[in-house]
């Protein structure tokens, strides 16, 4: 059973940058679904992107129509970090970040899908 660590969480400005990372131990990831969910108090948990397990030596995106063109996933060549850069961020995206796992191949922004989840890492953007 792989662990999931989030950080780069911090406080910005509205229309600032941030990157967030997501390091996995504990086991490969290569063949595992990762996303980005994001918890706002009050709200569902809302996925963000999601990558799916390597193939033909591209891990494809997924990304929910609220951060599409703005926030960019990506995983390093063994699949085992994942990371969210989030460009143009919006004060109402102030939320908890969480990443989340799972073996498969069909990923999703479906929350119930995940199994594996790390403890998050908090992005305030403020106007």
């Known amino acids: 059973q792989i662990t999931l660590v989030e950080s780069g969480g911090a406080a910005v400005q509205a229309e600032e940058s941030l990157k967030l990372s997501c390091a996995t131990s504990g086991g490969s990831a290569e063949t595992y679904c990762m996303a980005w969910f994001r918890h706002i108090p009050g709200k569902e948990r809302e996925g963000v992107a999601t990558?799916?397990?390597?193939?033909?030596?591209?891990?494809?995106?997924g990304y929910a129509d609220s951060v599409k063109g703005r926030f960019a996933v990506t995983r390093t060549n063994g699949g085992n970090t994942m990371y969210l850069q989030m460009n143009a961020l919006k004060p109402e995206e102030s939320a908890m970040y969480y990443c989340?796992?799972?073996?498969?191949?069909?990923?999703?922004?479906?929350?119930?899908?995940?199994?594996?989840w790390g403890q998050g890492t908090q992005v305030t953007v403020s106007s």
């Open positions: 990558t799916t397990p390597r193939s033909r030596r591209v891990f494809a995106a």
């Open positions: 989340a796992a799972r073996p498969g191949t069909h990923c999703s922004l479906d929350t119930k899908e995940y199994d594996t």
